[in-house]
C-alpha cells in the first residue's frame, strides 16, 4: 500500500508540474493571437514580405527565459497566420553569434541594416516585458531594417504567475555563452568570473566582487563597491562609461545605491570607469547614447549650437577582449545624514552604462542599458 502510495504522490509531482506548464501556455494563447492579428493587419500596404522576431526584453533590456518563451509562441502564431514569412529563430541566433551582434545591439540602426542583409528581414519584431506583480505587459514593435522607423506596434497583459516569474529573473543563455562553455570543456583559455553577483550588458559582463561597508572621512561611514569590467568578446575592445544626465538644472550621474532600511547612497568617488554628459536637451540615457552615435565629441569648453546641436563630452575606459578591468565606487550618505551609523544589511544598486566599440573619440554600434544588483549583502 505504501508503495502505491508513493507512485502516485511521484505521479502527482511529475504530471503536476506538466499540466501547470501546459496551462500557462494556454493561458497566453488569446494574447499572442491577439498581438500577431494586430502585427499582421499592421503589414497592409507596407510592403515587407519576411520579418524577424528576436529575443523580447526586460525593462534593465536583458533577454530572459521568459521573453525567448514568448517570442517562440508569437513566431509560431504569426507563421501559422501565412501572411508574412518569418525568419526561423534558430538561423537569428547563428547570425548574431557569428556576426558578432546581440538583441540589444540591434537597436543601432547600421546593426539593423546588417543583419536585414544577412537574414533577408525586411523588418525586426522587438518586444519589452513590463512586470506589474499581477499582470505582465508586453509591448512590441516592428522596425523596418531599411529606414528604422517604427511600422507598427502591439501591446498586451498577460496573468503572472510563479512560473513566469522564474522564466523572467532568469538571464537566456546566449548561443555565445553555450560555445564558451564548450570550450572551456575542451581546456581552451577563457577569462574566469567569479564574484557575488554578475550580470551582462551585451558584450560586456560585470561581476560585483565585493560589498562593504568601511570607515569614511570625520567619524562617517560609506560603502564600497568593487566591480570587474570584462569584455567577452574575442575579436573586439568594448568602451565602456557611466552616464550622467541634465535633470532639474543640475548633471546628475545615474548611479545610486539604496540600503535595506530606504536610505539612498550617493557616489563620492569612482576609479577605473570614466563617465559621458550632454547638454540640456539629453535628459535621459537613451537620448546621450544618440549624441554619443550621431553627435559630436566636444573636448573641451562650451559649445553653441552653431557647432555641433548633439554635443557630448567626457570619455570612455576601455575593456581589452577577453581582459578584466577593475572598478571601485565609493558611496555616502548626503549632508547631515552622513553621520548616522545605522546601515541597512543589504542594498540596491544602480548605474546607466553606455557600451560600445570603435575609438573613444568615434564609438560605434552603442547599447544603453541600466546595471540593477538587488539584495546584495554588506560586509562590513
Not at 547600421?110 to 537574414?119: D, L, V
Not at 514593435?141 to 502591439?154: D, G, N, P
Not at 568578446?233 to 544626465?245: I, Q
Not at 532639474?248 to 530606504?262: A, E, P, R
Amino acid at each position: 500500500m505504501k508503495r502505491l502510495i508513493l507512485v502516485f504522490l511521484s505521479f502527482v509531482a511529475v504530471f503536476g508540474g506538466l499540466f501547470s506548464g501546459i496551462a500557462n501556455a494556454r493561458s497566453t494563447d488569446p494574447e499572442i493571437r491577439m498581438l500577431s492579428s494586430k502585427i499582421v493587419e499592421g503589414l497592409a500596404g507596407k510592403h515587407i514580405k519576411r520579418i524577424a522576431v528576436v529575443d523580447f526584453v526586460d525593462m534593465q533590456h536583458h533577454s530572459t527565459e521568459l521573453g525567448k518563451y514568448l517570442a517562440e509562441q508569437l513566431s509560431v502564431e504569426i507563421v501559422n497566420s501565412e501572411e508574412v514569412k518569418v525568419v526561423d529563430r534558430a538561423n537569428i541566433r547563428s547570425i548574431l553569434l557569428e556576426h558578432n551582434l546581440s538583441v540589444e545591439g540591434l537597436i543601432n540602426p547600421e546593426n539593423a541594416r546588417e543583419f536585414g542583409k544577412i537574414s533577408g528581414a525586411d523588418a525586426i519584431l522587438t518586444g519589452t516585458i513590463v512586470n506589474l506583480d499581477t499582470d505582465l505587459e508586453l509591448t512590441l514593435k516592428l522596425i523596418s531594417v531599411e529606414s528604422a522607423q517604427i511600422v507598427t506596434a502591439a501591446k498586451a497583459s498577460f496573468r503572472n504567475s510563479p512560473e513566469f516569474q522564474k522564466l523572467s529573473t532568469r538571464l537566456a543563455l546566449p548561443e555565445r555563452e553555450s560555445s564558451r562553455k564548450r570550450e572551456h570543456e575542451r581546456g581552451e583559455s577563457r577569462q574566469e568570473i567569479d564574484g557575488i553577483a554578475v550580470k551582462e550588458l551585451g558584450d560586456l559582463r560585470v561581476a560585483l566582487k565585493s560589498a562593504r561597508v568601511i570607515a569614511g572621512g570625520y567619524d562617517s561611514q560609506q560603502i564600497q563597491l568593487v566591480f570587474d569590467l570584462v569584455d567577452m568578446n574575442t575579436k573586439d575592445d568594448l568602451l565602456v562609461a557611466a552616464v550622467r544626465v541634465y535633470n532639474n538644472g543640475q548633471m546628475l550621474l545615474k548611479t545610486q545605491v539604496v540600503d535595506s532600511i530606504g536610505q539612498a547612497w550617493e557616489l563620492a568617488r569612482v576609479s577605473g570607469l570614466s563617465e559621458i554628459k550632454g547638454n540640456q536637451d539629453t535628459p535621459t540615457g537613451e537620448s546621450l547614447m544618440q549624441n554619443v552615435l550621431y553627435g559630436r565629441h566636444m573636448t573641451g569648453g562650451e559649445v553653441t549650437y552653431r557647432l555641433s546641436d548633439r554635443p557630448w563630452w567626457g570619455a570612455f575606459s576601455e575593456v581589452t577582449s577577453e581582459q578584466s578591468k577593475s572598478v571601485t565606487m565609493l558611496f555616502q550618505k548626503p549632508g547631515q545624514d552622513a553621520y548616522v551609523k545605522k546601515v541597512g544589511d543589504s542594498l540596491q544598486f544602480e548605474c546607466e552604462l553606455i557600451v560600445g566599440k570603435g575609438t573613444a573619440e568615434k564609438p560605434g554600434n552603442c547599447i544603453f542599458g541600466t546595471l540593477v544588483f538587488d539584495r546584495v549583502k554588506l560586509a562590513e
